[in-house]
């Protein structure tokens, strides 16, 4: 019989998936029907979900054995009461590389002090400040699941000094990984340039508030791919205009598309970028839907299931 999965991620993202996901699903040796519609929801077996999808209460859907998520992130979703089947994050490999290279970019652009050469052709000969080499700068990173964790990866093997912080203990070669609130004070002070890559839940929201901000290094930099919840905008605006923070790179805001007059657009230590750090790609991330879909028939354990107790 036919495995039933409906696409509820909704209607603007259903052409981009529709083609991915059935080839994903019978490559893996899967016979499924894959639509965007269910007009007997008690037949669906699979959720295929994104925040803005078609499903608000998904009481009918009693029978589907995991719902799938699209984004990495979980905090519009989790907290749904109707929510009873198991959730499962998109970990996507392709993603995950596209945060690493956006992380390693803009480290490097910092490290190396790129904007002072990229925005200053106004004839001035600008060689009297020598960079640090690697090894001899502190990079910290927030966060040390999927995402962190490669970005830390990938740092390390360009020699930084890195440290890494999370909630529970990590092991990561190469990287001095830190938990706890005492850890957390060390690795900002550590930080001579700081990435975010922590998921956005209670426990996370302002994590850097005036008072952390303080314990980094003068003239630190920021890059925050992560969430926009992560930091206390007004705190991150004052440490800037102060000068203790040198430059903050922003990928995520608290309300998106940020809007036109929000005050980071037009400070001059501040770069925005519009949510470009790490993009769901529809084949390889079908491939991951497919995989906990075989998973789930062959009743094995599901890849990247959340603990709804701790948001992620």
Known sequence: MSINIFFAAGPALWPDYREPLARACREAGLDVTVSDSAPDPSAVDYIVFAPGGVIEDFGPYANAKAVLNLWAGVEKIAPNPTLTQPLCRMVDPAMTEGMVEYVTGHVMRHHLGMDAHILGQDGIWRNDVMPPIARERRVTVLGLGELGAAAARMLAALRFQVSGWSRTQKDIPDVDCLSGEAGLAEALRRAEILVTLLPNTKATENILDAERLALMPEGAFIVNPGRGSLIDDEALLAALDA???????????????????????????????????????????????????????AREPFLHLVDRTQGY
């Open 243 to 297: 000068g203790r923070i040198a430059h903050a790179t922003l990928d995520v805001f608290r309300e998106e598309p940020l809007p036109p007059a929000h005050s980071y657009w037009a400070h001059p230590r501040v770069t925005v970028t519009p949510h470009i750090a790490a993009e769901t790609r529809p084949a390889s991330a079908s491939r991951v839907v497919a995989e906990n879909i075989r998973r789930g028939e």
